[in-house]
């Protein structure tokens, strides 16, 4: 946990209250804990964004160019005539506040403006002012105000006091996707070199090495080596996949937190024991070793350019389709705008599982599976041999991952294939779940360390429906199917729901495989005695015991 974080008995101290002053006489604070660090030059550089320079939000001065609210209200303008979404959801909104509520953010700290209402209002005020005969009139009474340097400082400290997971668009009666104003916002504020260096350093690492945490090819291989020492250990069989192989039937990407940092790395060895145990014709790539997109986050044409790499990768290598990994952004990308950007990828074909022979129709146009729809559909046609039981010791919860939820609408699959995994299977609250699930706070690329005290805020809602479950009926594991989640939520349970862990669907899957050909399983892939090991241990001493004597 990061110094100076507040303790959860003091965090969890909420104050409602409004400011005595308007909103627009409230000015801006950043608070340490709050907000990530600045871009660095050398990672806006790698991109060509502009306003490469190195900068820290606690300065008075942010090194900003000449003439930079002409360049924002151009940058306005431009979006407008661009993205007919974008001017709808500034002039309809009636500020009802029926959203105001449902922001984890808001939950989690008090502060008016995280109200998604409030944090849309920010920009949509500077949009009256300079784009609307109303806001030019009467200024403020029409709540139109200036772009003036404050201003901006406060989209920065709140444009990133969101994570996009669009909970507030299922609640709005007008169907507004205030996800959809935030991320014009922030591409308004990359305009003049203003993003988080959490985010920039993984975009340029992903545009110059293919994966957000740099990783070379022979980096991407040893990790995935190392792995497979584990499976052989646990198993007695020996994997051998692919690297960059021409003519594979599948071109397999997942997200490079899986190939790097537990508890990822288990269920990259889950996907790893399913695929040998399937005999699949696949290969991963380590140039395009990437699933997830944090161009998403700064703007539509990176996330653009950077989806790209999967399917020019998919093409080099001559294969037909595309499955990915447990991923959540991945997953937004892929299903709500790679048509527009990149697609159709008309050079692959319809994807059609190898194994049972079903069509999968939902990606006719992007060629791409999401791996919980492969897996359930293997397990209802009767391909895999499981034994839930060596997941006994687990009370499972299942976390909808909110690109592949609310994005997607992934939401049956992933709870097939654990009650098929798992005997201990108990959902959250209703409200907490599905389309109206909670965020876990640190995504689109809040997951850094020093803001710990927002995520913490931010992941107060998810936390609390996990402690629920965790208090009534023992739940001691939750799974998710994405990669930021396995990293933010593992930090969150520790603060708010110690005694949860954190695990990927799939290495649950590997931890109920049962394979051909291997040996008897002691241990979980984390190290841990299977169900009743031990006991079969302590009899079989006692046993040796009683013959000796």
């Not at 992007?366 to 034994?387: C, P, Q, S, W, Y």
Request: net charge negative; glycine share 10%.
């Amino acid at each position: 946990m990061a110094k100076g974080t507040p303790k959860p008995d003091e965090l969890s101290r909420i104050d409602y209250t409004p400011p005595q002053k308007e909103w627009m006489d409230t000015p801006v604070k950043l608070k340490p804990g709050m907000y990530c660090w600045g871009a660095k030059a050398k990672n806006l550089q790698a991109v060509g964004f502009p306003n490469a320079r190195d900068w820290t939000p606690a300065d008075e001065d942010w090194k900003l160019p000449e003439n930079w609210e002409w360049t924002v209200l151009e940058g306005i303008y431009d979006r407008l005539k661009k993205y007919r979404s974008f001017q709808l959801f500034l002039d309809i909104c009636v500020r009802c506040g029926a959203c105001a509520d449902k922001c984890h953010f808001y939950i989690g700290s008090g502060d008016p403006k995280n109200m998604p209402v409030l944090r849309a209002e920010l920009l949509r005020s500077v949009y009256r002012r300079h784009f609307t005969f109303g806001g030019k009139l009467l200024g403020r009474i029409a709540g139109a105000r200036k772009l003036t340097l404050d201003v901006l400082k406060e989209w920065w400290y709140y444009f990133f006091q969101c994570t996009e997971c669009r909970r507030c668009s299922v609640f709005c009666p007008y169907g507004i996707d205030q996800a959809e104003i935030t991320m014009m916002g922030r591409e308004l504020l990359n305009l003049l070199g203003l993003n988080i260096d959490w985010i920039q350093g993984p975009v340029a690492n992903c545009y110059k090495k293919g994966n957000h945490l740099g990783l070379e090819p022979h980096t991407i291989m040893s990790n995935i080596e190392f792995m497979l020492d584990d499976i052989e250990s646990i198993t007695g069989i020996r994997i051998e996949p692919s690297f960059n192989r021409k003519g594979a039937e599948i071109l397999f990407v997942t997200p490079s937190g899986d190939l790097f940092a537990d508890p990822g790395t288990y269920t990259c060895m889950g996907y790893l024991m399913l695929f040998h145990e399937l005999g699949l014709d696949y290969t991963w790539s380590t140039y395009a070793s990437e699933g997830g997109n944090f161009g998403f986050f700064t703007t539509n044409e990176m996330a653009k350019r950077l989806n790209a790499k999967i399917y020019a990768e998919a093409k080099r290598l001559g294969v037909k389709w595309i499955l990915g990994g447990e991923c959540g952004h991945m997953w937004r990308v892929v299903h709500q705008y790679m048509d527009t950007w990149n697609g159709p990828a008309d050079f692959l074909e319809e994807p059609v599982s190898p194994i049972t022979g079903t069509k999968f129709e939902n990606a006719k146009t992007t060629k791409m599976v999401h791996i919980a729809e492969f897996t359930a559909d293997l397990i209802r046609h009767g391909k895999l041999n499981l034994d839930p039981s060596r997941n006994d010791h687990l009370k499972v919860t299942f976390h909808d991952s909110c690109n592949t939820s609310r994005g997607m609408g992934i939401f049956e699959e992933p709870r097939y294939i654990i009650k098929n995994v798992c005997n201990n299977f108990y959902e959250m609250p209703e409200n907490t779940i599905r389309e109206k699930t909670f965020c876990c706070g640190s995504g689109s690329g809040l997951n850094a360390g020093e803001n710990m005290e927002l995520r913490m805020r931010g992941g107060l809602p998810r936390a609390n429906a996990v402690k629920y479950v965790h208090e009534k009926y023992g739940v001691n594991m939750l799974a998710n199917i994405c990669a930021i989640d396995r990293a933010a939520l593992s930090t969150l349970m520790d603060y708010w729901v110690p005694g949860v862990g954190v695990t990927g669907v799939h290495e649950l899957v590997a931890n109920a495989l049962v394979m051909k050909g291997e040996k008897k399983r002691t241990t979980n892939l984390r190290g841990e005695p299977l169900p009743g090991v031990e006991e079969e241990e302590e009899e079989g001493k006692e046993e040796k015991e009683e013959q000796g004597g």
